[in-house]
């Protein structure tokens, strides 16, 4: 039992920190590479096998080592936040922030090969509680995070793989418990001395615009599942504060008195401009941020404002100010919904005469044993049917980005209405301003009917912005040849520089333009920094694997078997994460609740392995796959008008068939290894690791090109491979 409990310690301490390092990231360097921190841990989980079966004749097993192995993990984890914490992101530190978290994971994979090596007979009950511990990790790190912050956490977190040190070897204990009560004093007292505190990179705008303006002070810090949020005073009035996310994107908490007729200035700004076409309307903002748009919603005259706010860390943020920011979500015109906003709206049955988003983004990193698939479901074609739906008759979606996004947007209309109906309903403006430090805005306008002759004369006759698209008036190339029909769709798209196509929920990546694949430049380049070296390694490995004088096609066999097993859990989980994304409506909510799921019931299904042949476990995996890749696309639109508890209840009902199977197969395999042909279980432990990373990025290139439903049919072809290698194998 001792030894369970170890394993379980240490993958519960394992998701943790995976998960806490994306958060830390997303808040120190971009959202972007917050996809190192996930892929690092894989690597590393991998490389402690690889290590292990390179060093088996040196390593001689025994439960001390791995108990040692689990107390130097321990200590790598404070080691590495303390790396973190004095190197704040610069480009020249890159290397740091790759391999101070990957010493870790490279110790604690070394502790569970060393384990399941000398316990290969009891694989089955040791896997059941590594999939355990990391599916109570999973749920368990969105509320540590809210508790106590990403740096406190990751101190707490030590406390475990301590604990597990102890219960694997008692000479060790002594070390253990003291290490134990030193990290739980450094993670308390570490907010009041500041001992452990990350600090924005220097890309960070946030640190950038402290140093740019001189009296600013962080006044207000929290963290959760979703983000980091600083809320940073200082900043020349009406500003009350600039409320910043994971330290870049920011949105102004301002100074009002709650009175109407002290902000009805603002129906001449530029954000005023659409409320000038909807006087008296009711209106929904989505993403409202600290609230600038609804300040400019009231004082344009919207007789209500709805506001939809997915993060409650800036609900709470805002609401501190009270009456110096008008109690602005407080007000009786203001009904606050706390929720994601394609699911709200995808669940309400009202209609607003405004929809306003205004630079709303999902910055936030959504991760699980692969790269952050970091794109919402706000800017897709079935986005914009939804939003159309549910406007008034003379209704008007609104939204604010920059220029370069109208092509996207543009090509949304036309795919849900057409060209020629899209051309009568399209007002498309810039701001008249174009500074390096403050470039124009754009707003896009998609109304429910056609605009009027008298609207588009007053929209041409509009000082504050310069006309781009105006029904019957003007338009720029080359939307004067597409809503004139002397180009197609298909034509603007072929014939721009970018990928301009219309953005689908199949492949929501509205942000990636880039040819060929929507990647840029330097997220290319990372990924090729990962996949080169794992290639070559994988090839090495294999090549060195095989045991002397045996016969070749088991061990051929073998490694098809666990390298399928490893991209295909991938790209299964990394889809289905997708998918129920917009079922849940909370990206982070959505990844505790599947990798518990998932990971739960993988622990019961690899407590009955021995029970169901491994030909039939991966087939089973493969008709699931198959099965979700056609049907969930339809049926989980569906879904969202239920209540979150009848939607959540589903999504477990669905995932719990894909974790029991998910289960089996690895368990039942390593039981088989160690004689014949087949290397001993470190070998393929460290295997599996090596194809998770790749088939992390095979699943990302693959949504990005083809679409998720391709990818979950890739991952089910992995099953399938992965059952017709089982035979092989054990002849």
Request: glycine share 10%; aromatic share 10%.
């Amino acid at each position: 039992m001792a030894l369970h409990i170890a394993v379980f310690l240490i993958t519960l301490s394992g998701l943790i920190f995976e998960i806490g390092l994306t958060r830390i990231y997303s808040a120190t360097i971009w959202y972007h590479f917050a996809f190192i921190a996930v892929s690092v841990a894989l690597l590393g989980w991998g490389l402690g096998g690889v290590v292990v079966h390179l060093l088996r004749r040196q390593l001689i097993p025994t439960m001390e080592k791995a108990a040692l192995l689990t107390l130097l993990y321990a200590s790598a984890i404070v080691v590495c936040l303390w790396l973190i914490v004095q190197f704040p992101f610069r480009f020249e530190f890159l290397p740091i922030y790759f391999i101070a978290p990957l010493v870790p994971f490279v110790l604690a994979g070394m502790a569970l090969s060393l384990i399941f090596h000398m316990h290969r007979e009891t694989a089955s009950t040791l896997y059941f509680a590594d999939l355990l511990g990391a599916a109570l990790g999973a749920l368990a790190v969105t509320f540590l995070l809210e508790a106590f912050g990403g740096e406190t956490m990751l101190l707490l977190v030590v406390v475990a793989p301590l604990g597990a040190s102890a219960l694997l070897a008692r000479q060790y204990r002594k070390f253990a418990v003291a290490g134990a009560i030193v990290a739980v004093v450094i993670a308390f007292s570490n907010e009041r001395m500041g001992l452990f505190r990350v600090i924005p990179g220097t890309l960070k705008a946030m640190r950038r615009h402290m140093q740019e303006t001189p009296g600013t002070r962080v006044t207000q810090t929290g963290w959760n599942a979703y983000s980091r949020i600083d809320a940073v005073e200082g900043f020349p009035p009406p500003n009350l504060a600039r409320l910043y996310i994971d330290s870049d994107a920011w949105t102004n908490a301002q100074q009002w008195d709650g009175r109407l007729d002290s902000i009805r200035y603002v129906r001449n700004w530029y954000r005023g401009l659409p409320f000038r076409l909807a006087s008296g309307a009711e209106t929904l903002v989505i993403g409202p941020g600290g609230g600038s748009d609804v300040i400019v919603a009231l004082g344009s005259g919207s007789r209500k404002v709805t506001v939809v706010e997915m993060n409650p860390l800036m609900l709470q943020f805002v609401r501190r100010y009270g009456e110096r920011a008008g109690n602005l979500y407080d007000r009786p015109d203001v009904e606050v919904i706390q929720s994601e906003g394609r699911n709200f709206i995808s669940r309400t049955e009202r209609r607003f005469g405004v929809i306003f988003l205004g630079f709303v983004d999902t910055w936030a990193s959504v991760a699980s044993g692969g790269l952050s698939l970091s794109e919402n479901y706000l800017y897709t074609t079935e986005a914009f049917q939804a939003y159309y739906d549910h406007l008034t008759s003379d209704g008007i979606l609104v939204i604010m980005r920059w220029g370069v996004d109208l092509p996207r947007l543009v090509s949304n209309a036309v795919a849900l209405l057409g060209a020629d109906e899209a051309s009568k309903r399209i007002v498309a403006l810039i701001e008249k301003r174009n500074t390096p430090d403050d470039p124009p805005q754009m707003i896009f306008m998609l109304r429910k009917r056609p605009f009027s002759e008298e609207e588009t004369a007053e929209i041409m006759g509009w000082t504050e912005a310069n006309p781009l698209i105006v029904p019957g008036r003007h338009a720029e190339p080359p939307y004067d040849d597409l809503f004139s029909s002397r180009k197609t769709l298909d034509q603007v798209i072929a014939e721009s520089p970018r990928r301009v196509n219309p953005v689908f929920d199949d492949s929501p990546f509205y942000f990636a333009t880039e040819r060929p694949w929507g990647m840029p430049h330097q997220m290319r380049l990372a990924l090729a920094g990962l996949v080169v070296p794992m290639l070559g390694l994988l090839a090495i490995f294999v090549v060195l694997g095989k045991p002397m004088g045996k016969p070749v096609r088991p061990y051929v066999a073998s490694i098809v078997y666990f390298g399928s097993l490893g991209a295909g859990f991938i790209a299964v989980e990394l889809t289905l994460l997708q998918h129920l994304t917009l079922l849940l409506g909370h990206p982070i909510f959505t990844l505790s609740i599947l990798l518990f799921t998932i990971l739960g019931a993988g622990g019961i299904g690899s407590a009955l392995s021995g029970r169901v042949p491994t030909r039939w476990a991966c087939l089973a995996v493969a008709g699931l796959g198959a099965t979700a890749a056609f049907a969930l696309p339809r049926f989980i639109p569906a879904l969202l008008p239920l209540a979150l508890g009848a939607r959540v209840a589903i999504a477990v009902t669905l995932m719990a068939p894909f974790g029991l199977m998910i289960g089996m197969p690895f368990p039942r395999g390593l039981r088989q290894t160690g004689q014949g042909s087949l290397p001993a279980p470190p070998f393929y432990w460290g295997l599996n690791g090596v194809m998770s990373v790749i088939g992390s990025i095979g699943t990302v290139v693959a949504a990005l090109v083809f679409g998720f439903q391709v990818a979950m049919l890739a991952g089910s072809a992995c099953y399938v491979l992965a059952a017709v290698a089982s035979g092989a194998m054990e002849q």
